[in-house]
């Protein structure tokens, strides 16, 4: 806190600041950088050190904090319910459990499909989503196509709570301005590289396309530069093609999602996605990669699919054909995002999760093996 990198951060941000404001003591355990406050929007950050190791990263930082929240709760200061984000988490619930504290646990999208693992990192994936299922009080799902996976494999029951969308009415044109750029001047991709976001595909369709507004790349690859240089190799020397890197100034960020002519999402393994969502709010024109997560978030009406990099140049320049056509679909995004995708829904969602937990309404489910 405050969030600034990923759909879970945000997310934590985002409920646990309505929940405080409710009433509710919430403590969010921190790793990175240290906000200079112990308390932020009403939470209490509590900052523990992690091993700056992949998934190892993820799991000494949760074993220092599991630790913190059993010293309270032996001093009878612990908390009546644990949110635990991201099934990777698992091999650590049984200590919650042990002492009595109810969890649930937002699983996220299918981590292992993920390029970053194989081996033996990809078999630990499959294993914790089958450790979530059997140590978590009750699972968060956040599409339902990510519910419907884990009915299919595990027999198991999970709570459908999406994410929240936050709503842009206007471009800030001026921060467009200094950044160079002009509303509906240009096609915007924001991801993290990795292949599974296809953000190759985006480079090479764009670059088969004769679209005459550039394409702006934001995003890194924290741990794969390999992927990054074949980007790199793909944009060549085509002048169109700008990449901006990470970008964390979020006023800037959203004037490109307001300003862009389109959107191009990639993302296909995850569930309902935030960045996906942003866009929608700041009612750009999207342009998703054609999985089912993607299609369940747009609908219909409010985007256009790919699948491979010449149907994504030909969507391209359809956009700059019609770029009012490309607007009206950006309208039916915001509007949907502000109908579907509501922070205040979610953050009620997850208090009322939460009262069933501490009161043992919900009980976990067994584990079942596929047919």
């Known amino acids: 806190m405050p969030a600034r990198y990923g759909g879970f951060e945000t997310a934590v941000e985002e409920i646990g600041r309505r929940l405080a404001a409710s009433g509710h003591e919430v403590?969010?355990?921190c790793r990175g950088e240290r906000h200079p406050e112990s308390e932020y929007l009403g939470m209490r950050l509590v900052h523990l050190p992690a091993l700056k190791k992949?998934?190892?990263e993820t799991l000494t930082h949760t074993g220092l904090s599991v630790l913190h929240a059993a010293g309270r709760r032996c001093a009878r200061r612990g908390p009546d319910v644990a949110l635990v984000f991201n099934a990777a988490n698992a091999p650590l619930l049984p200590v919650l459990r042990t002492l009595r504290i109810p969890v649930a646990t937002h699983v996220d999208g299918l981590e292992w499909k993920r390029t970053k693992w194989s081996g033996a990192g990809r078999r630990y994936y499959r294993a914790a989503e089958s450790m979530?299922?059997?140590?978590?009080d009750a699972l968060i799902s956040d599409a339902v196509g990510i519910q419907d996976y884990y009915t299919e494999r595990f027999?198991?029951?999970s709570v459908f709570?999406?994410?929240g969308a936050p709503i842009l009415e206007r471009t800030d044109t001026g921060k467009l301005a200094e950044a160079g750029y002009e509303p509906g001047g240009f096609h915007l991709v924001v991801a993290r590289f990795e292949p599974e976001n296809h953000v190759h595909l985006a480079v090479?369709?764009?670059?088969?396309?004769?679209?005459a507004k550039p394409l702006v790349v934001v995003g890194s690859a924290p741990y794969n530069d390999e992927y990054t240089a074949r980007l790199k190799e793909l944009a060549g020397d085509d002048p169109r093609i700008r990449f901006l890197g990470g970008v964390w100034d979020q006023d800037l960020l959203d004037a490109l999602y307001a300003g862009a002519l389109t959107y191009l999402h990639g993302h296909s393994?995850?569930?309902?996605n935030p960045s996906l969502l942003r866009a929608m709010g700041a009612g750009a024109s999207v342009v998703a990669y054609d999985v089912n997560f993607n299609r369940e978030v747009l609908g219909d009406e409010a985007g256009r699919f790919f699948g491979d990099a010449e149907s994504l140049a030909w969507r391209v320049e359809e956009a700059e054909a019609d770029p009012g056509g490309a607007a009206d679909r950006g309208e039916a995004a915001r509007k949907r995002a502000s109908e579907r995708y509501v922070w205040d829904d979610v953050a009620t969602a997850y208090e009322r999760l939460c009262e069933d937990l501490r009161a043992r309404r919900l009980t976990r489910k067994t584990v079942r093996p596929k047919k």
């Open 269 to 272: 393994v995850g569930g309902t």
């Open 155 to 157: 027999g198991a029951d």
């Open 204 to 211: 090479d369709g764009y670059r088969r396309s004769k679209a």
């Open 132 to 136: 979530a299922v059997r140590w978590s």
């Open 54 to 56: 992949k998934v190892a």
């Open 161 to 163: 709570i999406p994410y």
């Open 27 to 29: 403590t969010v355990y």
